[in-house]
């Protein structure tokens, strides 16, 4: 069972910046596959951000089309943590983001077997 925190929410101006973490619990977090995703109000939860730790190649990223050139996902094995570098933030990146692990590299939800419990971001203009 993996155990994930998110940290690093709160209220941010329109153009500003802020770092979400999320800690594991997992010793072999290096084989898991960690997704950030985000549910805006009364909307469906959407993909923003994924990272995987290939041996062969080092960390390969993904993300949406509405945060590319804003956000950057990265991850420290050594301290079981990823993180979601928010820049440019924008009133519609108000949401709250919920940290994912899984086996597999998806941009999909469904493929992700844990969750955190989220952390609230709130962008005003």
């Known amino acids: 069972q993996v155990q994930l925190v998110e940290s690093g929410g709160g209220l941010m101006q329109a153009g500003g910046s802020l770092r979400l973490s999320c800690a594991a619990s997992e010793r072999s977090f290096r084989t898991y596959a960690m997704g950030w995703f985000r549910q805006p109000p009364g909307k469906e939860r959407e993909f923003v951000a994924a990272v995987v730790t290939w041996s062969w190649s080092g960390d390969n990223t993904y993300y949406g089309d509405s945060v590319k050139g804003r956000f950057t996902i990265s991850r420290d094995n050594a301290k079981n943590t990823v993180y979601l570098q928010m820049n440019s933030l924008k009133p519609e990146d108000t949401a709250v983001y919920y940290c994912?692990?899984?086996?597999?590299?998806?941009?999909?939800?469904?493929?992700?077997?844990?969750w955190g419990r989220g952390t609230q971001v709130t962008v005003s203009l």
């Open positions: 994912a692990a899984s086996k597999t590299i998806s941009t999909s939800a469904d493929a992700y077997d844990y």
